[in-house]
């Protein structure tokens, strides 16, 4: 069974700090996809970025960048220079890829990261 | 840009109650799902469908009854609403069966049950 762990419930910076999320996964696939969501106060999920199993290269996007570890299958999640707008609730997400013809069977999640960017 | 619909933001009905959340995608996507969220549990698949009539239970799907008769719509059902489905619902799609790509989500549907 595939599983995402969080184990950062809350963290609260003061802006401009860098912060990293964490994220473990457990899944006994060889194919699999792994996602970051935010979900802001409004509540509508914002996806990310997706990763596949195949590709540990680290993402930079502007102040956002991944780290892909599948030797201790993680995927933390550096926000550099962080911003009140950050704040929000950060999932990250896990999918299998099965033989029968793709994932498409949804994301399991972790519990989230309530990211708090204090001015 | 896709745009994923939730007909209700709020609702308030009472126990046993039959509920309906209707959930509507324009852009064509094969796959919908239905999500609840909860504090400290994070997202949980209720039921997904990758085609017009199709329905796939996920994690928690007691208690939940889903119908897509349209591939643009993806409603979820209360058959006899219960105080332990107070939550908020997320409906999302995502494009193509044969690919794990990125989720789209509606902005959620608040339920209490009273």
């Known amino acids: 069974a595939q599983k995402v762990t969080q184990a950062q419930t809350e963290i609260s910076v003061v802006e401009k700090e860098d912060v990293t999320l964490d994220c473990v996964y457990e899944?006994?696939?060889?194919?699999?996809?792994l996602f970051w969501y935010k979900q802001p106060p409004s509540g509508e999920l914002v996806f990310l970025i997706r990763r596949n199993s195949f590709d540990e290269q680290n993402e930079i996007s502007g102040r956002y960048s991944w780290n892909f570890q599948k030797s201790t299958s993680s995927f933390n999640f550096t926000i550099t220079a962080s911003q009140v707008v950050d704040s929000a609730v950060y999932f990250c997400?896990?999918?299998?890829?099965?033989?029968?013809?793709?994932?498409?069977?949804?994301?399991?999640f972790g519990k989230g990261t309530h990211l708090i960017i204090q001015p | 840009d896709v745009k994923v619909t939730q007909s209700s933001r709020y609702l308030v009905k009472r126990t046993g109650e039959k509920v309906f959340l209707e959930c509507v995608q324009d852009?064509?996507?094969?796959?919908m799902f239905w999500y609840r969220q909860d504090p400290g549990l994070g997202l949980r698949l209720i039921y997904f469908?990758?085609?017009?009539?199709?329905?796939e239970k996920g994690d928690i799907p007691e208690g939940y009854s889903v119908s897509r008769e349209k591939k643009e719509r993806f409603s979820l059902i209360l058959e006899s609403a219960s105080t332990n489905q107070t939550s908020m619902y997320l409906c999302?799609?995502?494009?193509?069966?044969?690919?794990?790509?990125?989720?789209?989500f509606g902005e959620g549907s608040r339920l209490t049950v009273l």
């Open positions: 997400a896990l999918s299998e890829a099965h033989d029968s013809g793709g994932g498409a069977d949804g994301l399991t």
């Open positions: 469908s990758y085609d017009v009539k199709m329905k």
């Open positions: 899944t006994r696939d060889t194919t699999y996809y």
């Open positions: 852009m064509d996507h094969e796959n």
């Open positions: 999302a799609s995502s494009l193509l069966r044969r690919d794990t790509g990125e989720l789209f």
